[in-house]
T-cell receptor
Framework: NAGVTQTPKFRVLKTGQSMTLLCAQDMNHEYMYWYRQDPGMGLRLIHYSVGEGTTAKGEVPDGYNVSRLKKQNFLLGLESAAPSQTSVYFC?????????????FGQGTRLTVV | AQSVTQPDIHITVSEGASLELRCNYSYGATPYLFWYVQSPGQGLQLLLKYFSGDTLVQGIKGFEAEFKRSQSSFNLRKPSVHWSDAAEYFCAVGDISGTYKYIFGTGTRLKVLA
């Protein structure tokens, strides 16, 4: 059981380049999330999805887009990367079902924009 | 708006000493509360969670947390810290009121002295 898998694990981009981060979960979770982690700022929610075909903005959505075309996948796109987007990105998926409620995290993607 | 505050950015304890990490939350109803741990270069792992009932919850690795509604707190404790507990710890609240988001604190980095 792989859980939550993020691809790639590391990436270096030049300013203005685009890329897509892929998150895949095999737990049949309805809810999926993209967070960024920066020193001293904890995890900040970028976008999230409450089901296939739905997406919603989190607290820091600017510069990012997402898609959830399949229930198991949640893609995070950077159309024109900026140095301020240098960060570690985490994907998570979750149930919200009583005692089973819990977020499961991927191992992270370390992105550097130069 | 929901929020989570972890007032201690860094904590240093000696191996074998007791530990308490503080967490305060702001939430309009009975919250779903979580503590996660992140080892360097890794994703987040769930330590324990609270939904209702007994206000003292036990987790993995010998950790426990106590929910105090009157103080809006959910502090994490361990009676005797091991060197392997050095990591970053995150408190989170799960919003079950409709958005199904997880809101994280900024984290507390624990250093353990031999």
């Amino acid at each position: 059981n792989a859980g939550v898998t993020q691809t790639p694990k590391f990436r270096v981009l030049k300013t203005g380049q685009s890329m897509t981060l892929l998150c895949a979960q095999d737990m049949n979770h309805e809810y999926m999330y993209w967070y960024r982690q920066d020193p001293g700022m904890g995890l900040r929610l970028i976008h999230y999805s409450v089901g296939e075909g739905t997406t919603a903005k989190g607290e820091v959505p600017d510069g990012y887009n997402v898609s959830r075309l399949k229930k198991q996948n949640f893609l995070l796109g950077l159309e024109s990367a900026a140095p301020s987007q240098t960060s570690v990105y985490f994907c998570a998926s979750s149930y919200f079902k009583g005692l089973r409620t819990e977020a499961f995290f991927g191992q992270g993607t370390r992105l550097t924009v130069v | 708006a929901q929020s989570v505050t972890q007032p201690d950015i860094h904590i240093t304890v000696s191996e074998g000493a007791s530990l308490e990490l503080r967490c305060n939350y702001s939430y309009g109803a009975t919250p779903y509360l979580f503590w996660y741990v992140q080892s360097p270069g890794q994703g987040l792992q769930l330590l324990l969670k609270y939904f209702s009932g007994d206000t003292l919850v036990q987790g993995i690795k010998g950790f426990e947390a106590e929910f105090k509604r009157s103080q809006s707190s959910f502090n994490l404790r361990k009676p005797s810290v091991h060197w392997s507990d050095a990591a970053e710890y995150f408190c989170a609240v799960g919003d079950i009121s409709g958005t199904y988001k997880y809101i994280f604190g900024t984290g507390t980095r624990l250093k353990v002295l031999a």
